[in-house]
């Protein structure tokens, strides 16, 4: 197999890698935004993420239906797909760790609010009229 027809071959290999790295940057960008408190960054961010995931299925359903089993790659394909996913894969725990980190924070944030308006999570703790300074 001739280098020509390797890097044919790998192109669309290539052009998933691409995608990728977009989502991986996309990620990160996303939780730039976040730490900015930039929630229109953030929402436009999430529909490129939404975007890309649609076209890397159809760049992948392109890969099942026009490579043949047993079809030669050049070894630079897959050692760039296992870096782009090994950093795709970084990106999303550290994605997923910010958002439950996020639903605790805003837990607690509601406790407390919930707590200092008189409610818990069995309804209202104290009467209306009812003040902590006449507790001993």
């Known amino acids: ?3 020509d027809s390797k890097h044919d071959a790998d192109h669309p290999w290539l052009e ?5 790295r977009s989502l991986t940057a996309e990620m990160d960008a996303a939780l730039s935004a976040l730490a900015r408190n930039d929630l229109q960054q953030f929402e436009s961010s999430v529909a490129a993420q939404e975007r890309l ?9 392109h890969l099942r239906r026009n490579l043949p089993p047993g079809k030669q790659f050049s070894l630079a394909a897959p050692k ?4 782009a996913g090994r950093d795709l894969r970084q ?14 924070v805003c837990r607690a944030l509601l406790s407390v609010y919930q707590e200092s308006r008189g409610y818990s999570q069995e309804g209202r703790i104290a009467p209306p009229t009812h003040t902590w300074s006449c507790e001993v």
């Open 53 to 61: 995931c649609e076209t890397e299925r159809s760049v992948l359903q």
């Open 1 to 3: 197999m001739t280098e």
């Open 16 to 20: 998933y890698i691409r995608l990728v």
């Open 80 to 83: 760039q797909l296992v870096a």
């Open 91 to 104: 990106q999303n725990r550290v994605y997923a760790a910010v958002l439950a980190r996020g639903t605790q």
